[in-house]
Structure formats: structure tokens, C-alpha cells
């Protein structure tokens, strides 16, 4: 398991932008179709917690980020300050986002132009943006 923000015990702080932002990247993803689900807030708490979240917190740190989301109109807020990770754990951020947009069965053409963005946002190869897409899509069939 990947720990994205892990900090030193003593500056432990789930409120970290980097949790913030990545929250609201996939928040951001899926309300991209208008239709934001219980499903996909459960996909949303599942990876935030997988990436290193605090579970006790997940509540505070998913509603600090749909306000935040609802106050951007930008994806680049959320993606400069995670941008620079390692590859593996952008992974696992893609990962998440085509679980969200893949939790209703279908990838609309919004959801599909936001997924090409962020790819070229992260700093991440196309094909391993598809290789994902495709494993998850395999996933929910």
C-alpha cells in the first residue's frame, strides 16, 4: 500500500493539501456527469484511506474537499499540488478516477476529455492512463 502523505508522526495532519487535493480530483470526477452517487463517495473514501487518510477523518476530509471542489472551476488547482508525486501513487489516483467514472457502467465523452487532461496534467503516458482504464473496465463488466 501506497502512503502519499505519510508525514513524520509529529506532522501528522489529515488535512494535508495533498489529501485535500487528490479528494477533490476525484470529487471532481464524479460530478463531472451531474450524478454524484453514494457509490462513488464510497470509491472517493475507499482510495483516500488507501492512499494514507486517516479513516476517523475520511468524513471531515471528504467534506473540506466537495466544498472546495464546488468553489474551483479549475482541475488545475487540484492537480498543482500533486502533480508531483511519484508515478506509482498517480496511479493509484487514475485508478480511483476510472473506478468513479466507471461505477454507473459507462464513460461519457465529459468524463472521457477530463481523464485525457489529467493524464497530460500528471505528467502520465497515455498508455499506462489506458492500461488502467482498461483494467478497471474489465473490473466492472
Known sequence: MFNIFKKEETQKDDNHPSIIAVACLLIHSARIDENYTDKEKKIIKDAIIEMGGEAENI?????????????SNQI??????????????????????????????????????????????????????????????????
Open 59 to 71: 468524513d471531515k476530509i471528504i467534506h473540506d474537499a466537495e466544498e472546495k471542489e464546488k468553489d
Open 76 to 141: 488545475l488547482d487540484f492537480t498543482r499540488e500533486i502533480k508531483n508525486i511519484n508515478e506509482e501513487d498517480k496511479k493509484i489516483i487514475i485508478e480511483a478516477l476510472w473506478d468513479i467514472i466507471y461505477s454507473d457502467e459507462d464513460a461519457d465523452m465529459y468524463e472521457t476529455n477530463l481523464m485525457r487532461r489529467l493524464s497530460g496534467l500528471l505528467y502520465l503516458d497515455s498508455k499506462v492512463v489506458g492500461d488502467i482504464k482498461e483494467k478497471v473496465r474489465q473490473k466492472n463488466i
